[in-house]
């Protein structure tokens, strides 16, 4: 149903005048199944919003709606929802014309691909961009969740559980590549006519606002993932994030794991490193707060993980913690670089907040410049910052150029001043020689500045 387009630098095919459909689906799993929420954000490349709709979807009286630790959806709220082909028509709608983008565009294309064949649509093929591939191509991050990606670039707010939260995200990331990073097409996107359907109702769900993340939350955006990630390390990340988890849960998400093929040792080893990964964060600069413990032995409980550690709180230090502020290549790359070396990366300005970052971006005016000095946080400029911050050593001094000693000058002048001596020793034989009037001037013109210099070289120094 859809095929990701390749994308370049300069040199491509621009995005002006192109219309991004950002979709977000929730499901019942990990493998290709159906779909219990939809939700797609229409936007212009400047990013400004053209429309959005949003749905719960009954995949059936008899299906479970799946893990809703991480999306929060219950089996009654879905007893009253469309079906995904009612649903249809007004998304196709909503898409005609435009690129669809999706974060991991893999998993969505799969899961509609499924939802279509079932309800017995046939689909042309649509262009379509991936905002995890996309953010591969220029930024280095420990991992590619959704969540981590908005933070690294600057997208405020944090995506929460609904569709709608994330769709509203991912198209703020698609308009920055192409924006701020200047992506382009590397074929131009092809938009085929889409099927005309008839449009069903829609049931929106209520959408809470995220809670303040935690520093749960936060360490789970500096654990590494290969770039392919893990579906279901991804999932349980998601469910950790606020640190409460339950055993029953933890029982739910391990069943979506085995129902996509996952062995039960490999979910209790992908519980081990979840939990070995935090406690190496939570060390790693040498100040382990009561909260990160407990937040930690929480986590490590509800997987089952026992052998967690003895984690204890470190008396006194404060751990480095940095917020970025700009909207600059410049400044994204910094925030890129604070949670690839493992440093917590704030979303706001606390007192707990040791280095303030701004780029160019940022007026001198800024309130939080002068509110950031008054809590003790450093305030440094974005291109000094992997030095303050150790992540780089300070430039070394140049050194310098040593002045020629006085015995070398006086040596060397003597040997110009002799230079000179023979041009004008040669000048005089020459002449009586027959040489050419022009060739002599120019003989003794030189002989004449290797004297002159020479004499300069090596007359006294000054007492």
Known sequence: MIESLSLLGAGGHPAHGTDFTAVDVRTTGLRPGRVVELAAVRVHADG??????????????????????VHGITRGELDDAPSFGAVLGPLLDLCAGSV????????VTAFLDFETQFAGVRMPVLPGVSTLAAAQSVVRLPNYRLATV????????????????????????VTGMFGRYGCTFATQPVFPGLPRLAGGRLLPRG???????????????RVAAGRTGDAYLDLLAEAVSDQHLSRAEV?????????????????????????????????????????????LRQVA???????????????????????????????DGMRARVLAEGVQLAKKLTASVTHLVVDATVPATEPRRARAAELGAEVVDVRAAP?????????????????????????????????????????????????????????????????????????????
């Open 251 to 295: 029982a739910a998400l391990a069943a979506s794991a085995t129902e996509a093929g996952l062995s039960e040792g490999r979910v209790r080893t992908t519980h081990e490193q979840l939990v070995t990964a935090l406690r190496h964060i939570a060390e790693r600069d040498g100040v382990v707060t009561a909260v990160e413990a407990r937040e």
């Open 387 to 463: 030095v303050a911050l150790g992540f780089e050593p300070p430039p070394a001094p140049r050194a310098a150029v040593a002045a020629p000693s006085r015995p070398a000058k006086v040596l060397g002048g003597r040997l110009l001043m002799g230079a000179g001596l023979v041009l004008m020793f040669i000048v005089v034989i020459g002449m009586f020689g027959g040489t050419p009037l022009a060739g002599g001037i120019f003989l003794a013109v030189l002989g004449v500045g290797a004297l002159l210099g020479g004499w300069v070289l090596a007359e006294p120094a000054p007492r």
């Open 150 to 173: 908005a933070h690294a670039l600057g997208v405020s707010g944090r995506p929460g559980q609904t569709a709608l939260s994330r769709a509203r995200t991912v198209a703020a990331l």
């Open 100 to 107: 669809i983008v999706a974060h991991d565009l893999a998993f």
């Open 207 to 221: 959408e809470a606002v995220p809670a303040e993340p935690g520093w749960m939350a936060e360490a789970l955006e």
């Open 48 to 69: 400004s919003l053209v429309g959005e709709l949003t749905t719960l979807v009954d995949p059936g009286a008899d299906v479970s709606p799946g893990p809703s630790v």
């Open 301 to 331: 409980t509800a997987l089952g993980v026992t052998d967690a550690g003895d984690l204890r709180p470190a008396a006194g230090g404060k751990p480095t913690r940095v917020l970025v502020l700009g909207t600059t290549v410049a400044a």
